[in-house]
Structures are given as C-alpha cells and as structure tokens.
C-alpha cells in the first residue's frame, strides 16, 4: 500500500462505473486537479478511442495506456486520475496502481452496469457485438483484479446519488489515512 500523501488517486472500476463524474467531484471537494487517462490518450493521439482502436487496435491502446498511467502516476502530485476499465488487466498497470497510487475501486453490481451501458455504450470499442456478452465476460475476468489493486473499495448501491458517493469517498479516504498514521 502506497503511502505518500502527494500519491496520484487513481479511480478504478468496470465501464460504466462512474469514475469520470465521481472523480470530477472528488477532485473538487479535495482542492486536487482531475485528468481523465483517457482524455489524455486522445489528446496526445489526437484522435478519439474508437478512431484509435479501428486503425491501431486495441494492443496498441493498451501500449499507450499503460506509459500514459506511468507518466500520471510518476508524478505524485496529489491529482486524481480517472483509468479506463481495463487497466487493471496489464500486470505491470497493477504494480503502479499498487505501488504509486491510492486506488480506490468504484464497484458497481453487473446488474447495474448492464442497464448503465445498454442506455450508453457508444465510444466503447471492447463493447462491439453482444452488449450483454460482453459485459459479462469481461466483467468476470476483471471483477477480482480490481479486488487485488484496491486500497479502497467503494461499493454503490441502488439509488445512492453523486452527492452520496463522492462523500463516502472522502470518508473512505480519511479512514484510510487514519489507518496509515
Ligand atoms: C476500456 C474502457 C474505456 C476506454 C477503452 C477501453 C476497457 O474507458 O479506456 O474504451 O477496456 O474497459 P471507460 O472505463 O472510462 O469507459
């Protein structure tokens, strides 16, 4: 477990999850600056995702996700980072979610997901053909992997609005750093 107080917060969680809105706010009520990993990636690629993901694929995606998380996470300036849902599915991703970074894991039951992204799945390549398959497989491929990099696991329920969920986080996180001192 990380323990730097200028370490980057990075958001982690499936698609659909909440972590550009939730990590928006959080930034906000901590005085922190916000970047959105993915934001980034189209910034410096100077297209979006899925322009990314038709002309270069998804293996070159996750070969500039992964350096654009070492840059962020490099820099310990207290910034919280929102990560794209499958971050964690490259082992050296999960050494710096672990190692540099206070992680916090938005968890959102499958259920939830599924009526989330079924309204919203545009701009989400890995999501192409069966919305429900898909969600499901890559749900349980990554569902633990989230579990093993989280020092903070926030569990949403039904009808908790952004209010509720960024206050529970701040909670979460001052907990966690009571814990630490
Ligand atoms: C992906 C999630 C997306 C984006 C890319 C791949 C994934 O981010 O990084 O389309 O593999 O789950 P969001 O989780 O913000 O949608």
């Not at 809105?21 to 600056?33: C, N, P, Q, S």
């Not at 996750?62 to 599915?89: F, M, P, Q, Y």
């Amino acid at each position: 477990m990380n323990r730097n107080p200028d370490s980057v917060i990075a958001l982690i969680g499936f698609m659909g999850s909440g972590k550009t809105t939730i990590g928006r706010k959080l930034a906000e009520r901590l005085g922190r600056d916000f970047i959105d990993l993915d934001s980034r990636i189209e910034e410096s690629a100077g297209m979006s995702i899925p322009d990314f993901f038709k002309k270069f694929g998804e293996q070159e995606f996750r070969k500039i996700e992964s350096a654009t998380l070492k840059s962020e996470a490099g820099k310990e300036n207290g910034n919280v980072l929102a990560c794209g849902g499958g971050i964690v599915e490259n082992p050296k991703n999960r050494e710096i979610l672990t190692g540099k970074c206070t992680t916090i894991w938005l968890d959102v039951p499958e259920l939830e997901l599924i009526q989330r992204l079924s309204k919203d799945f545009s701009g989400r390549p890995m999501l192409s053909g069966n919305l429900e398959e898909r969600i499901k497989l890559l749900f349980e491929r990554r569902f633990h992997l989230y579990a093993s990099v989280a020092s903070i696991r926030y569990s949403w329920r039904e009808g908790e609005t952004l209010q509720a969920s960024v206050d529970a986080l701040i909670t979460l996180l001052g907990a966690e750093v009571d814990k630490l001192q």
